[in-house]
Each structure stands twice: as structure tokens, then as C-alpha cells.
């Protein structure tokens, strides 16, 4: 399975982007997906993850109601819309599944296959 992110760049505090993850390899309809993200100097965080149907969502409590995660299962795609950006959601973002299980998970370490990241950027 390979997972390749898309859509970061730089952005002005209140701006927004989306974010893509390809996935080619494997069966994408019956994964867990995840979204992660890293700022300098400190750990990885989980921000959003969604089942296989897409039918349950759930989010950090940093990003609820800024954030909303989607899939396409027809494009094997997995979007992060972010709204209202914040200078602290400044991050490398990275998706991530769980090929062993439809259900998401807050634990990095539960997920299979990693994208390389997309760095978000959100000017003050």
C-alpha cells in the first residue's frame, strides 16, 4: 500500500486548504484512515480519522469544528478540509491506515502505512 499526500502549502491565519491521500496497492475501501500531524519539537498528534464507509468521524478537540474529513472511496482518497487556520496548526501533516481494521484509531501506533506528508504553513 502506498499513500501519497497532497495540497499543503502557505497560508494567512483564518485561510483554508484541503488535503488529499492517494492510495494505490491495496483495498482502500476496507481501511481506517487517519490524519496526523507534527510541528517542530514536538510528537506526532492525531487530528482526524474516519471509518471504511466514511459513516463515523471523529477529531481532536483542537480541530472540531475547523476541520472535517472525508473519503472518496471510488478515488481511493481520503480529503482534510481545514478551516479557519491558526498559526498553531502550523504542521507536517501525514495520513495514515490501518489495512488490519475499518475503524480508525488516535494511536499512531495502530496504523499499517504512512504517507510521506504534506507541510502546512499558516502565516500570523
Known amino acids: 500500500v502506498q499513500l501519497q499526500a497532497s495540497g499543503g502549502g502557505l497560508v494567512q491565519a483564518g485561510g483554508s486548504l484541503r488535503l488529499a491521500c492517494a492510495a494505490s496497492?491495496?483495498?482502500?475501501?476496507?481501511?481506517?484512515m487517519g490524519w496526523f500531524r507534527q510541528a517542530p519539537g514536538k510528537d506526532r498528534e492525531f487530528v482526524a480519522g474516519?471509518?471504511?464507509?466514511?459513516?463515523?468521524?471523529d477529531y481532536a478537540g483542537s480541530v472540531k469544528g475547523r476541520f472535517t474529513i472525508s473519503r472518496d472511496n471510488a478515488k481511493n482518497t481520503v480529503y482534510l478540509q481545514l478551516n479557519s487556520l491558526k498559526p498553531e496548526d502550523t504542521a507536517v501533516y501525514y495520513c495514515?491506515?490501518?489495512?488490519?481494521?475499518?475503524?480508525?484509531?488516535?494511536?499512531?501506533?495502530?496504523?499499517?502505512?504512512w504517507g510521506q506528508g504534506t507541510q502546512v504553513t499558516v502565516s500570523s
Open positions: 474516519i471509518s471504511l464507509s466514511g459513516g463515523t468521524t
Open positions: 496497492g491495496g483495498t482502500f475501501s476496507r481501511y481506517g
Open positions: 495514515a491506515a490501518r489495512i488490519r481494521s475499518g475503524i480508525y484509531s488516535r494511536i499512531s501506533g495502530r496504523y499499517d502505512y
